[in-house]
């Protein structure tokens, strides 16, 4: 009876995850891509949707409600909105979701904030790539915990400065 039950339904309504897969890998339609971020089990597959779809509302939501991160990280790699980004940046349980959204943040003062307080090195990193405010990445070579982001932190600072 399964069989009979795929030969009928579209592939990316196939019982097996990797005919989904292949099947979503091909699509183009909004429409079906929106309703697989919907309804879709997979988070890969529904990540894959996600990079594909250009409905920021659609994006977005997928973004903030998620259950799954790397479906999470695909929708904001597709958000335009910084209000969005920041939100997600500042309050995603995942790090590399949050690294994703502080990728797309322009806000000298959001960047601060992440890079002064974000649990994960990593995210406070990419935080201060982007930082131009010399004072601030000093105050962050001498408070940060991890030594990369310190020395991150004074390299920038001598390079604002000329001294590289």
């Not at 000298?108 to 935080?127: G, K, T």
């Not at 990445?137 to 001498?142: A, K, N, P």
Request: glycine share 2%; hydrophobic share 40%.
């Amino acid at each position: 009876m399964g069989f009979l039950n795929n030969l009928f339904k579209p592939k990316y309504k196939h019982s097996d995850v990797l005919v989904r897969l292949d099947a979503v890998k091909k699509l183009d339609d909004q429409e079906i891509l929106i309703e697989i971020v919907k309804n879709e089990p997979s988070g890969h597959i529904r990540a894959i949707a996600a990079s594909k779809i250009t409905d920021q509302n659609i994006l977005i939501d997928m973004a903030k409600n998620d259950e799954n991160a790397d479906a999470r990280g695909a929708a904001v790699k597709k958000i335009n909105d910084q209000n969005v980004l920041i939100d997600v940046a500042k309050n995603d349980e995942d790090a590399q979701t949050r690294l994703k959204a502080v990728e797309k943040i322009n806000d000298q003062n959001v960047l601060i904030d992440i890079a002064r307080n974000d649990s994960a090195p990593i995210v406070r990193f990419e935080a201060i790539q982007k930082i131009s405010d010399v004072d601030v990445l000093e105050e962050i070579y001498r408070r940060d915990s991890d030594h990369v982001n310190r020395q991150s932190a004074i390299s920038k600072v001598h390079k604002i400065k000329g001294l590289t």
